[in-house]
């Protein structure tokens, strides 16, 4: 859908933001409707209906999570919540960074691979679709007992995840370029290897990034399940665990790793985005979003 | 630049027969036939020539066995861990693709809309479920059935909503110009152009869905949930070693999520046969 | 392949010979179909021999089996004394398509520099010989843009470039100024006679607009449909350089007159019985 010119990028961020205000709004008015009691100093809110979600154990208040934030993370540590999460989300991130990469290039070849043979193709495809239907988090205790080095478990994990999309999207890509483009390449009497780098490759470069966007935040996922089972202590999904574990005492806890998930996906997200933008620079309009 | 074969023709002999049809089907599948075939015999031939111990990674015929073995009652009952999960993760699947469709509606309408919700929707999606799933099962409950449909709700939402709104908006525009040249409502165009358009993104969206949905009420049981369960079976059964029932259970998630899936394909030649990925057979 | 003679000069050695040539298709529904039959042609060096007819009368079928990008089912192409197979693996000819059919993710200099990467040439000779075949179309200024920041007659002089960078003996076009206006269309064909004049090269061209291939052509191949064949050959004895006055002049009617007549007595009036082949032949993918 073509992007009027009066909607300018301003308008829409200032509509984001105020979309967003107007969410953080309504949580704390559903406290205020229907949560626990307010205190504050020598004042007490009593909300008038009990609204069954909206406890502070549930749905703890916005500044309290972002209080634990810079709280110690644990009693008489040094470190805040936030200097604690920023180094389990860069220790996720590696790990996922791998098994991105990983499952990149495993997901390109099989599609290279199977573009060029179809009996290959009609072989292994129901395969690749059906291994998503193995839910991971069922593979990962095995894997991670499998394999000694935990890190090489959740890499595992990690292109398990990725490959899939890039593979489907890839197969797509690569026999995406018009027929007439193919014939041009047979009138030069160009060979197979040749055709497939400078124009398979080229032209589906655009569906390779819609598919590692999708697989960024795959990856991210496939690293925080693969650490729990693989007994990792540094990163998110440990501290999910541990957060999960101790809920009752501090369920801000929880949610503030939540947010340094949700950060942690659409950074890395928006840093394909980016990378789309300047390898897609020359090709005219780069499409919109997601 | 079309190559002139005018469609004037001699037509020949008969269209294909029986038995035809039926050996390019065959083709068609028997490689996937062999590889699994195959597979399973490597597999098996693999575990027994080495010896691997039945813990480490469980032999076909042993996995067999503890398929067999614990499919009605005993401590980890897979057919009704099978089916409770299921009933999870397709009431999930209802809610997830009611919100995901009402909203689409909603974004598809009103470009202020799209531009408020979808970045936050792109972010919603962008945080991995494991971190929601024990938000979920404590607002919930965590042995109440409904935290698992959430979880699979939200999975199933944003793929939904995604693919339907772009089914209601990326409608050729000459179409839409034609429209309004009969001086339709917005309504009208909405029920005759949009809507039949946005049906295949729609099937498209479900088929992806009914996995997403499998998968979320599975890692939902993950972190806690009652114990008949495909998601707790998988965890109870590997802390005690047992890894044979451990993928009995998955084995049986995964026929379950193909036959979810295969269901929505069905549905697909049913409801858009004329559409041109049904008429080619093509997979997915 | 320079050729210093004019074109018309001397008594031209057949670059392209055909000899009963059949094409049959086999359609969706197993139905054979006859493109083309029993085409005899031959076409002397430096010749600019136009192919016109109907729709369905083959023309560009004629013109890929020429190309080698399908093969006949009887009979025999030959392009510069050997097979067209062997003629296409030596990269003897360009091709130009009614679609520019450039690589978007390539700038303008990067897309006619691809049959010479695809040949092996040394980087600075790419760069020389890209520049050349630019100047040539009077592209030079344009080099570093990118398709999409150009007209559609501007990628297709990008087209031409691309497809005389090899040098080649021979040039096929088919129907390239097709999907362009009648204004551009008429400067692009002052354009290629230009080029065709400045190199020498054999063209081959695929039209269906009779003023068009009686402007530009030394010889005009009329055909005709169901089946395919060549019903007439029109010589055209206008002078070079032709330009706007050639238009005007009332030989350059008379021709068109009689490439129309021929057109009119070959086709459509219930002519020819259609011929089809008892044997079914493997189906090569009607399209372009």
């Known amino acids: 859908m073509p992007r009027s010119p009066e909607r300018g990028w301003p308008r829409r961020v200032g509509i984001f933001l105020a979309f967003g205000l107007l969410v953080l709004v309504a949580w704390e008015g559903v406290k205020v409707i229907g949560g626990d009691p307010w205190r504050g100093e020598g004042w007490t809110w009593e909300p008038p209906l009990e609204i069954w979600f909206a406890s502070d154990l549930l749905l703890p208040h916005v500044w309290d999570v972002f209080g634990a934030l810079a709280a110690p993370v644990q009693r008489g540590s040094d470190e805040s919540l936030a200097q604690f999460l920023v180094g389990a989300a860069l220790y996720t991130w590696r790990e996922a960074a791998i098994g991105f990469v990983a499952g990149a290039v495993i997901g390109i070849g099989l599609a290279a691979a199977f573009v060029h043979s179809g009996l290959l193709e009609r072989a292994f495809v129901p395969y690749v679709i059906a291994s998503q239907t193995i839910p991971i988090v069922a593979l990962a205790p095995m894997i991670a007992f499998a394999v000694d080095d935990p890190l090489v478990a959740v890499v595992i994990i990690a292109t398990f995840l990725t490959f899939f999309p890039v593979t489907i999207s890839m197969i797509r890509g690569l026999r995406s370029p018009d027929p007439r483009a193919l014939e041009l390449m047979r009138s030069f009497a160009a060979s197979r290897r040749s055709i497939f780098w400078k124009l398979r490759m080229p032209a589906s470069l655009p569906y390779l990034f819609t598919a590692l966007k999708v697989a960024a935040t795959a990856s991210i996922v496939g690293a925080i399940v693969g650490e729990g089972p693989g007994q990792i202590r540094d990163g998110l999904g440990r501290a999910i665990i541990n957060f999960n574990n101790q809920y009752i005492s501090g369920p801000e806890k929880l949610w503030a790793t939540i947010i340094a998930c949700a950060l942690l996906g659409i950074i890395f997200f928006g840093l394909i985005r980016l990378a789309e933008l300047v390898a897609l620079r020359d090709r005219g309009a780069v499409p919109d979003a997601a | ?284 | 392949m320079r050729h210093e003679e004019g074109p018309l000069t001397g008594s031209p050695a057949a670059v392209v010979r055909i000899v009963g040539v059949d094409k049959q298709f086999v359609t969706d529904r197993r139905a054979v179909t006859t493109a083309l039959s029993g085409i005899d042609l031959e076409i002397g060096r430096g010749e600019f021999v136009s192919l016109i007819g109907p729709s369905g009368c083959g023309k560009s079928t004629l013109l890929r089996l020429i190309g080698d990008l399908t093969s006949p089912t009887s009979g025999s192409i030959e392009v510069n004394g050997k097979p067209a197979h062997n003629a296409r693996l030596g990269r003897e000819y360009g091709m130009v398509f009614q679609a520019p059919v450039l690589f978007d993710w390539r700038s303008v200099e990067e897309n006619v520099r691809l049959p010479l990467e695809l040949l092996g040439m040394s980087r600075s000779e790419r760069e020389a010989r890209a520049h050349e075949m630019l100047a040539l179309v009077e592209l030079g200024d344009f080099a570093g843009h990118h398709p999409y920041q150009l007209s559609g007659g501007m990628q297709q002089r990008v087209a031409i470039a691309r497809a005389l960078a090899l040098q080649p003996a021979i040039l096929l076009m088919d129907e390239p100024f097709g999907a362009l206006d009648e204004m551009t269309r008429e400067r692009m064909n002052s354009e290629v006679l230009r080029i065709w004049q400045q190199t020498g090269t054999t063209i081959v061209f695929v039209t269906h607009s009779i003023p068009e291939a009686v402007f530009l052509s030394t010889r005009v191949v009329v055909m005709s449909a169901r089946p395919g064949r060549i019903t007439r050959l029109v010589d055209v004895p206008l002078p070079h350089p032709r330009n706007e006055e050639t238009r005007e002049d009332p030989r350059y009617f008379r021709v068109v007159t009689e490439v129309r007549e021929a057109l009119r007595a070959g086709g459509g009036l219930g002519g020819e019985p259609q011929m089809a082949s008892e044997e079914r032949v493997a189906a090569e993918g009607g399209i372009g």
């Open chain 2, 1 to 284: 630049m079309t190559a002139a074969a005018p469609s004037v023709g001699v037509p020949l002999p008969p269209t294909p027969g029986v038995a035809e049809k039926l050996t390019t089907t065959l083709r068609h599948h028997l490689p996937a036939f062999v590889v699994l075939v195959g597979g399973i015999a490597i597999w098996e031939l693999l575990i027994r020539l080495f010896e691997v111990r039945a813990f480490i990674l469980p032999a076909p015929s042993a996995i067999a066995e503890a398929l067999v073995e614990n499919w009605g009652a005993g401590r980890w009952p897979l057919f009704a861990s099978a089916q409770a999960t299921l009933f999870e993760a397709a009431g999930g699947l209802v809610i997830g693709t009611v919100i995901g469709v009402a909203i689409a509606f909603g974004v598809a309408r009103w470009a202020n809309a799209r531009d408020a919700v979808l970045p936050f929707a792109v972010a919603a999606n962008a945080i991995p479920i494991i971190a929601i799933a024990p938000i979920f099962n404590a607002w919930f409950g965590v042995t109440n059935p409904v935290s698992k449909m959430m979880i699979a709700a939200l999975l199933v939402f944003f793929p939904v909503m995604i693919n339907v709104t772009r089914g209601l908006t990326q409608v050729e525009p000459s179409a839409l110009e034609l429209m309004r040249s009969y001086a339709a409502s917005e309504w009208t165009i909405l029920r005759k152009v949009r809507l039949p358009n946005a049906l295949p993104f729609f099937l498209t969206a479900l088929k992806v869905a009914t996995t997403l949905s499998l998968i979320g009420a599975i890692v939902g049981e993950y972190f806690g949930g009652s114990s008949t369960v495909i998601g707790r079976v998988v965890v109870q059964s590997a802390s005690a070693l047992r890894f044979d029932v451990t993928w009995a259970a998955i084995l049986l998630a995964a026929v379950t999520g193909i036959a979810f899936y295969l269901a929505i394909v069905a549905l697909e030649r049913v409801l858009i046969p004329w559409h041109a990925s049904v008429r080619s057979g093509e997979p997915g």
